[in-house]
């Protein structure tokens, strides 16, 4: 029985690569944590082929590299042997190269270089041995899957997959790991013996995404407040101290990141660059713009253009579920932590107060933008429709007159806009006068500042279900329940 739950289309992928009757590249990528090794490490291993795994040293020097990298090498290919460490890439693949003729001809050779960024250490030339080795040797061979593998999502997309030098337009496939949905994530936990109903892994994917490692350390016979509680607000826990060492393991000068995402998780509606830029006190330019792109292609902001704004540019807000509660919950305590002030049981008693549940609707937004095609799938939105979020703040010299903030709306072409409102509820919803008046102004504005002639339809999210009522008949037009949101 495979090790590996879910990851049906990266399982295929990888499936397709092995029998490939080609030499293939693949460049793999995806956020710390994710589970890159354990999907590539069980596959292949279960597999009938020469699976040569080797991974990079965090701030190791180039001669600590290359010795790891000889020494599996003799693992793998000579019984064990000590082979003697080479002082340049060139020779290491030479060394490499020379190993796989001595296997049977028919025999499938997998390449996998996991945290490859940290092998490239400064002035080691590994890019230009691997631009060598490959055109020169390795593409001509059948038999070799080549898979290169990093946590450093940026660096694998500018350095290998857009690589401008020798291997331009040599890869021959790309993946990057997703967090699982939270459909991924009920089938995971069930398996691991946890089988908890949809509010609770609701609860945990709050607070831990969609991150197979975290999730991997809950335990049984534990509430999701329970768990959160051990992995969260105990000096032991892992997720007390993660959050820091996840960043350096990420980005040179993590600071300048971490400062940016503080500066973002502020914004429960996202916050334009330019706001951004003044407000950290960066000067503009390029650099600001590549960090921004680093965090995004890491999974822990998003860029979007406010919908009906395209003149103000990009806006970002935090997307990653874990950042946005380590701000909002763990960072303030650490000190009352690390001091023991915090004991078992801190947690259940903080998430049933109101300021928990003003935050888990800020993070089930998040959520919902991340389970967008369920969404659609769920109201039935044609793939064409145009996706965003709006709001209207009034000028300072209008004092009258009212805001309006739409949290999600499908801009449809057959002359439809769905607003949609996201709650965050334990028990289900109930419209009532005042929220139902509270829609109604909300259509109002939104019709007079966008002119839009299209009918208006409002359909409703929500994670406790949608109480029938009087208003709920007359309003809404369609309901979206965490069901919907659970489906695989």
Known sequence: MSKILGRLKEKKLLNRLLKSKNAEFLALYGRRRIGKTY?????????????????????????????????????????????????????AFEDLTNAIQTLPKNKKVVLFFDEFPWMVTKKSKLLQALDYYWNRYWVSDPRLKLIVCGSSASWVIKNIINNK???YNRITYSLKLEPFTLGE???????KGIPLNLQQVLSLYLVLGGVPHYLSRLNKGKSAAES????????????????????????????IYLKLCRTIAKYRYGIGQAQLIKENQILPGGRITQRLKELEDTGFIMSFIPYGHKEKGVSYK????????????IEPHLSAIRKQDRISGYWLSKSKTPSWRSWAGYAF????????????????????????????????????????????????????????EIKYTEPPFAIDKAYAKNLLNKIEIYQKHT????????AMITSGGLKPTLYSEDLITQHVGLEDLFRE
Not at 236 to 248: A, R, S
Not at 451 to 458: A, D, E, G, N, V
């Open 165 to 167: 030098g020798g291997l």
């Open 451 to 458: 002119r839009t002639q299209k009918q208006i339809f409002i």
């Open 365 to 420: 937004e998040a959520v919902c933008y991340k389970h967008l095609p369920l969404i659609r799938r769920a109201l039935h939105v044609d793939p064409g429709a145009e996706v965003g979020t709006w709001r209207y703040t009034p000028k300072k010299r209008q004092p009258d007159e009212e805001g309006a903030q739409i949290d999600l709306l499908f801009d449809r072409p057959d002359g439809i806009i769905t607003l949609c």
């Open 228 to 255: 959160i509680d051990e992995l969260c607000f105990q000096t032991n826990g892992l997720l007390f101290g993660e959050f820091e060492n996840l960043f350096k393991s990420l980005f040179h000068e993590s600071e």
């Open 318 to 329: 935090i997307i990653d579920e874990y950042t946005l509660f380590y701000f909002h919950w």
């Open 39 to 91: 999907l590539v490490k069980n596959f292949f291993e279960e597999a009938s082929c020469v699976f040569f795994h080797v991974t990079g040293l965090q701030e190791g020097k180039l001669e600590e590299q290359l010795e790891l990298f000889t020494k599996q090498i003799g693992i793998m290919f000579y019984k064990g042997a000590n082979l003697a460490p080479r002082k340049r890439w060139m020779e």
């Open 185 to 191: 994530t009920r089938s995971f936990l069930k398996h």
